[in-house]
């Protein structure tokens, strides 16, 4: 556990949640705000119960399982070398992962198994019709998360994200994103899931090796989430997160507030690093101007002397622009 007193703030909310919690920088918990759900209540009353609940839904879907070994102490990360993973991720049959589940269940050391970032209208088609939230109107993607006791490094995802506990446990420990060089961040195009995680174990950080760890520690926000209980994690926020049952289930809505044209600004970052970072310094300082006057800082002066009809790339985009742009930089990166 971090070296941490801070506690994620919590909110009481009768009813949907408002717009402007949907479109908040920080993160907040909403206690019971899925209780009313059939699956929490069933997961209230036994594992059993919600297992037999998810089965009600389930066809013949094939999901993504992670599998570790007892040593992994559900810990999903590298192994030593950083050349492989210390798991195995296996196409399977949902309803086998949970045959299994119910297997290790009760097992002094078993096996980590963790099924992550399931859509759920593919896996559990019909479950969203009596187990879900009102967002707005967002178009958001649902997905479901089911294990054991796992534990998933510290990350960072693109869109917002409301996460509720469906059933047994979990905690997250939050970063703000200007954490970033105290969490000593993993390969970036070499990850678990997806996503380049923090290298430090919370559980037991290393502070001789990860030494600047200590002041992350100090801005961490750690929650405890119990079956109904939702928490808002901001778009880039760090988050670690543990299951600390022997069989727990989340539910999560990703969306972006952003236009849908918009690639995702990783391709930017892996497109930077190709074409900026061996530069001279002089002329990385030079970029990092011209990023800084046409991306991070710009105003309506420094395009006052173009007409608008001249402006190209430099005046809004909408769906037919950004293709236009698409495929010129696709030209231009294929030549």
């Given at each position: 556990m971090p070296v941490t007193?801070?506690?994620?703030?919590e909110l009481q909310v009768g009813g949907a949640l408002?717009?402007?919690?949907l479109r908040a920088s920080t993160p907040y918990i909403v206690r019971g705000l899925a209780g009313g759900w059939p699956l929490v209540?069933?997961?209230?009353?036994?594992?059993e119960a919600a297992d037999a609940y998810l089965r009600r839904f389930y066809g013949d879907a094939t999901v993504t399982a992670m599998l570790g070994k007892p040593e992994i102490g559900g810990r999903f990360f590298y192994n030593d070398a950083v050349d492989g993973f210390n798991f195995l991720s296996v196409r399977a049959r949902l309803d086998g992962v949970l045959d299994e589940l119910q297997v290790q269940r009760g097992m002094a050391r078993p096996g980590a198994i963790y099924v992550g970032s399931t859509t759920i209208d593919t896996a559990l088609p019909g479950l969203r019709a009596e187990n879900d939230i009102d967002l707005g109107g967002r178009d958001a993607l649902a997905s479901i998360w089911i294990g054991n006791r796992t534990r998933i490094p510290a990350h960072y995802d693109l869109p917002d994200n409301l996460a509720v506990v469906a059933a047994g446990h979990r905690r997250f420990t939050l970063?703000?994103?200007?954490q970033l060089a105290n969490l000593y961040i993993g390969p970036i195009d070499f990850t678990p899931a997806g996503q380049a995680i923090s290298m430090v174990d919370l559980a037991a950080p290393d502070l001789d090796r990860f030494p600047r760890f200590a002041e992350a520690q100090r801005h961490a926000l750690v929650a405890e989430l119990g079956p109904g209980d939702a928490i808002f994690i901001p778009a880039m926020w760090w988050h670690n997160v543990e299951a600390l049952d022997d069989f727990n289930v989340l539910v999560n809505y990703w969306w972006r507030q952003s236009p849908g044209w918009m690639d995702t600004p990783t391709n930017a970052l892996m497109l930077a690093i190709l074409t900026m970072r061996e530069l001279p310094p002089e002329q990385r300082r030079a970029w990092q101007e011209i990023f800084r006057h046409y991306i991070f800082e710009p105003d309506e002066d420094s395009l006052a002397h173009i007409p608008a009809n001249a402006r190209y790339a430099l005046s809004p985009l909408d769906d037919d622009k950004a293709r236009i742009l698409r495929g010129q930089l696709l030209k231009r990166i294929n030549r």
């Open positions: 007193d801070k506690r994620v703030r408002p717009d402007e919690l209540r069933a997961g209230l009353q036994a594992p970063f703000p994103p200007e």
